[in-house]
């Protein structure tokens, strides 16, 4: 097929009439309307930066891009230990293997929505009963202050989310050649010698690639932010993506929340090319 | 044998932890069988009695037949077009080898840079405008969130394909889309079954884009599912059911199809 022939054109239109109209339109309709007074439907004045400049000043936005962050940084830490430890525990060749893996895989099946209302149940009634049961205090009045929230919703993501690095991990180990590990073996490499000098450099790959993908989740989380906590109490487990939404279909602040949304935009592609410049780097350097 | 006990001790590891994992799963389905005073008494033990009451009326109340079968529409119609689209768009991206084609591929892949919040506002607005904040507008708007990632794949899986499929047609008298429809795309079958797992699971569970768009009589499971627990607050025992369920056909689904589900989406990740 050639740039002039009809066909080509014609087996891309719909992916480009969709993309077109559902991405590309209304993201740059949106950007110029973060400028105007835009309230939805019309716009009749032009306010600069006005938008821009009110929300770095805007409390409730600058504290929900904090808990935005500390809440990756800590789920993405933690992601990337559990899923790559489950991997190389379901990669042992247990006769329990298989199920191991179905059962951490099983919660990435079901909606965030959903699990959050579950984790909603755990935190509330089932956490007060144990800690009744056992007396720790601190299993009591879990999702009722901002530091539980926030441990409540690091929780429920590594319960979900666990299961799905895990299966990127097992990928990159799989890759890895018995015969290396075998020859380390003979050698008489100690386990922790063979994980620390053949899987781990084999399996760094594994690393960017669930890094920047759990970091990128993790600022886009709105679903279970709005099951588990609603970003009570008081709007003090807010998360950006709930911050944005409650800006304008609650507000009704259209233009607003869309200054909101595209400074969102370059936080979230800023992650993103991060994560393009380290694979062409570590291409180039292989 | 230092192998053979570290290997025991891993695997009781393992089942402490499918254990853990499960245990969500537990206490919903044991507490949904209980009455609200049993879930008060405590959370952790058996139901008295195996009563199915609270899933009849959690059923009910959900009209989870109506909501199912609006999943199902949504989905089903919404994963066939972006396969359909996509394929055909990975085909002929890849058998041009041109800059236009080039750069073509490049858009739809820095697309997938652009996250949802940062277009919802404009787009439900657009959609507004045009009199399409309904059931065929969403599934036109996930064929513009979904596309990307499937032209994506479908381009990669192309490279596997020869050339000399399309010659060969040709010469028989074949146009573009019968090449296209009839040598092709049955070639393209495993990429087209993980786009298909990769595309069900992310619609099948989407809450934010159909609660902008879709009203209540067309809500998804999610989305009933969001107005049934805004209504039982405090009634566990509903909740709960109404949880279990929303996540039955899922459930089944997965075990059912698991294998192919883990390898498309491990494919999927990995690319």
């Not at chain 1, 050649?177 to 380390?184: D, F, M, R, V, Y």
């Not at chain 1, 450099?201 to 890094?211: C, D, E, G, I, M």
């Not at chain 2, 146009?175 to 990769?198: C, E, G, Y």
Request: charged share 10%.
């Amino acid at each position: 097929m050639r740039n002039r022939d009809v066909s080509f054109w014609l087996f891309l239109t719909p992916v480009l009439l969709g993309l077109g109209l559902v991405v590309i339109v209304p993201l740059i309709y949106g950007t110029y309307y973060s400028f105007t007074d835009w309230n939805g439907l019309s716009a009749n004045e032009f306010v600069g930066f006005d938008h821009y400049v009110r929300l770095f000043q805007d409390q409730a936005f600058l504290s929900s891009i904090w808990f935005t962050i500390k809440f990756a940084f800590v789920t993405v830490i933690l992601l990337n230990i559990i899923g790559l430890g489950l991997a190389l525990l379901v990669t042992q060749k247990l006769k329990t293997s298989n199920l191991l893996r179905t059962i951490f895989f099983m919660p990435n099946m079901i909606g965030g929505l959903i699990l959050g209302f579950i984790w909603q149940f755990i935190f509330i009634s089932v956490f007060s009963d144990i800690g009744e049961a056992l007396g720790i205090e601190a299993l009591q009045g879990w999702l009722s202050t901002t530091n539980t929230g926030f441990w409540g919703l690091v929780i429920l993501t590594l319960w979900q989310m666990s299961g799905y690095i895990m299966i990127i991990y097992i990928a990159y180990l799989q890759n890895i050649p018995g015969e290396l590990i075998e020859a380390a073996k003979i050698d008489g490499a100690s386990s922790w010698q063979r994980f620390k000098s053949i899987t781990f450099p084999l399996v760094a790959p594994a690393f960017t690639v669930s890094l920047f993908l759990t970091l990128s989740n993790s600022f886009k989380i709105y679903d279970q932010n709005l099951s588990l906590t609603n970003g009570g109490p008081y709007e003090s487990t807010q998360m950006v993506a709930m911050e944005i939404v409650k800006t304008a279909f609650s507000a009704n602040e259209m233009a607003y929340g869309q200054a909101k949304a595209v400074v969102f935009f370059f936080i979230v592609a800023a992650i993103a090319l991060t994560q393009v410049y380290y694979n062409k780097k570590r291409e180039v350097d292989l | 044998m230092e192998s053979k006990s570290t290997k025991y001790i891993l695997g009781i590891v393992g089942i402490l932890l499918g254990l853990l994992w499960l245990s969500p799963f537990y206490l919903m389905l044991v507490n949904a069988f209980k009455s609200k005073k049993e879930i008060f008494m405590g959370v952790l033990g058996l139901p008295e009695a195996w009563s199915f009451d609270n899933f009849v009326e959690a059923f009910i109340d959900l009209n989870f037949v109506n909501s199912l079968w609006n999943s199902v529409l949504i989905t089903v119609i919404s994963v066939l077009i972006i396969i359909l689209f996509s394929s055909m768009a990975g085909y002929a991206l890849s058998r041009n080898k041109s800059k236009v084609s080039a750069a073509v591929l490049m858009l739809f892949v820095a697309a997938m840079l652009i996250p949802f919040q940062s277009v919802m506002i404009p787009l439900v607005s657009l959609f507004g405008q045009a009199d399409m904040l309904n059931q065929a507008g969403l599934i036109f708007m996930y064929l513009g969130f979904g596309s990307s990632l499937s032209i994506f794949l479908y381009h990669g899986a192309m490279t596997g394909v020869s050339v000399s499929l399309d010659e060969a047609a040709l010469i028989d008298g074949a146009n573009k889309f019968q090449t296209f429809w009839h040598i092709i795309f049955p070639l393209l079958k495993p990429i087209s079954v993980t786009v298909a797992i990769l595309n069900i699971i992310w619609i099948w569970n989407d809450y934010l884009l159909p609660s902008l768009i879709l009203s209540e009589e067309s809500a998804t499971i999610p989305l009933k599912m969001f107005y049934f627990f805004g209504q039982y607050t405090k009634q566990w025992h509903l909740a709960l059911a109404g949880l279990t369920i929303a996540i039955i056909p899922v459930i089944v689904a997965y075990f059912f199809a698991q294998k192919q589900i883990i390898e498309g989406v491990s494919e999927g990740a990995v690319k």
